[in-house]
């Protein structure tokens, strides 16, 4: 039986957290306010942002997986979550002298500089220059300076209960296909989040570089209509809007902001042994489709 912490135990980590328990794991839970963390989770109050909040971590850790998340799109917050955070809680546990087997962090494919459609894996450069992409880069590298073995886990656009703003935006008709060369997208389902995760927590001489996306890179306009298509709603329309090309941060959307244009390769992944519940975008949307389907038909509680 491990002792995990999972730090910024968002809705992948109680997912992670929740399989890990079921398999016999000890596993801690790290919230601001963990109050909502499942009763398999053991709940650890703290705050990644103060370091006084950190003295009292669960002793004898054999795993931790920092899976916290910027709580807003700035520099600041950015800062705060990919490199204050990792330095805070790395230095509590050195202070602690926690002799950890594997440190895992759930980074993003953002730090890629690539825009045009390129292909990308685990050697392809990651120069992103905008502040989103620097910041994960700069947690990351502190992952792998800590003096632990560190693995590092870039995931594409994570979907999946809770996360169906594609969904919405078809459904509710504002949403826009765009014109000109595809705009292609890397998505992966929540529940192949922490699959990969726990594949990776446990693996004989992993790497410390993995991609976690799908089996199936694909142009946005394509996966819109055939959202649209399974919601019986019309095709998106298509926009001219030049706010829409690849690499733009600006779009009249939010719902749908595209940063970038690339196709990432989960070969590394898939050789390692990771099998995929949902390895394309229709598996994974279609079961969502199904999920939200069935939670519309349950009858209302009187």
């Not at 298509?238 to 829409?244: F, G, R, V, W």
């Amino acid at each position: 039986m491990a002792r995990i912490l999972i730090a910024g135990c968002g809705d992948v980590g109680v997912k992670l957290g929740l399989s890990l328990h079921a398999a016999g794991h000890r596993v801690w839970g790290l919230k601001r306010h963990p109050e909502d963390l499942p009763p398999a989770l053991q709940p650890v109050a703290a705050d990644l942002d103060d370091p006084a909040t950190l003295s009292g971590l669960p002793p004898a850790l054999d795993y931790v997986v920092y899976s916290a998340a910027a709580t807003g799109f700035s520099e600041a917050r950015y800062q705060a979550a990919y490199v204050d955070g990792i330095r805070n809680l790395l230095g509590a546990l050195r202070q602690a002298g926690q002799s950890l087997q594997r440190l895992l962090f759930t980074s993003s494919t953002s730090v890629y500089a690539q825009y045009q459609g390129e292909w990308v894996d685990e050697d392809s450069p990651a120069t992103a220059e905008q502040f989103s992409g620097r910041c994960i880069r700069a947690g990351e590298q502190l992952m792998w300076d800590s003096g632990w073995p560190a693995v590092v886990v870039r995931f594409g656009g994570i979907y999946g209960p809770g996360r169906t703003r594609l969904i919405d935006s078809v459904r509710d008709g504002i949403a826009v296909r765009p014109a000109g060369p595809p705009i292609f997208t890397n998505r992966i389902h929540r529940d192949d989040c922490a699959g990969v995760l726990e594949h990776l927590l446990f693996l004989s001489d992993p790497a410390p570089l993995y991609l976690a996306i799908d089996d199936d890179p694909a142009p946005l306009d394509k996966i819109l209509s055939w959202l649209a298509a399974q919601l019986g709603v019309t095709e998106p329309p298509i926009t001219t809007d030049s706010a829409l090309k690849p690499g733009s941060e600006n779009r009249p959307n939010r719902a749908l902001r595209q940063r970038a244009s690339k196709r990432c390769r989960n070969t590394r992944l898939r050789a390692s042994g990771f099998q995929f519940r949902y390895p394309s975008y229709r598996d994974g949307y279609a079961a969502l489709l199904r999920a939200m389907a069935d939670q519309n038909s349950k009858p209302e509680k009187s």
